[in-house]
């Protein structure tokens, strides 16, 4: 199983400030839906796209019942639902083989490099988690 954990750096001013020069983003007042982070929040937003997409980064194409077995607590009709909604944003594909195999358009890859920070982010939330747990360290 593939890793999208990216290399942990911590993030910097200048990297946040260079993100920020990044992000097309209109006034604070505009409506989300003229936004470009908000309308890629509402393609991919909701309780399972997510976990769908993370499970194809992770294993790839997948037929159906792989999908339904790998995404824990997602029934049938979510996860339809859910294989609709992201097929119609062209993230995935049904390709057309005998396994009737769900896979990653080139427009659904771009997300690696996001999946692959929210895996470096979710690392490090649970290295804060674990650090809170173990208490301060004393010195020998």
């Known amino acids: 199983m ?3 954990t990216a290399e942990r750096q911590p993030l910097s001013i200048a990297s946040s400030q260079a993100i920020e020069q990044t992000l097309p983003l209109p ?3 505009a ?3 003229s936004c470009p982070l908000g309308l890629a929040l509402n393609v991919i937003g909701g309780r399972w796209k997510l976990h ?3 499970s194809l980064f992770l294993a790839g194409p997948q ?3 792989e999908l339904l077995r790998g995404i824990d607590g997602i029934s049938p009709k979510e996860l339809t639902r859910n294989l609709r909604e992201l097929e119609g944003a062209g993230l995935l594909l049904k390709v057309d083989d005998r ?3 769900y896979a990653l358009t080139a427009l659904g890859k771009e997300l690696l490099p996001a999946f692959k920070a929210l895996g470096a982010f979710g690392q ?3 290295d804060a988690r674990q650090a809170t747990r173990s208490g301060p360290q004393s010195p020998p």
């Open 2 to 4: 593939k890793s999208l």
């Open 27 to 29: 006034d604070q007042g």
């Open 31 to 33: 409506p989300a839906a």
């Open 52 to 54: 769908v997409l993370r």
């Open 63 to 65: 037929r159906y019942n």
């Open 99 to 101: 396994d009737g195999r």
């Open 124 to 126: 490090r939330i649970a």
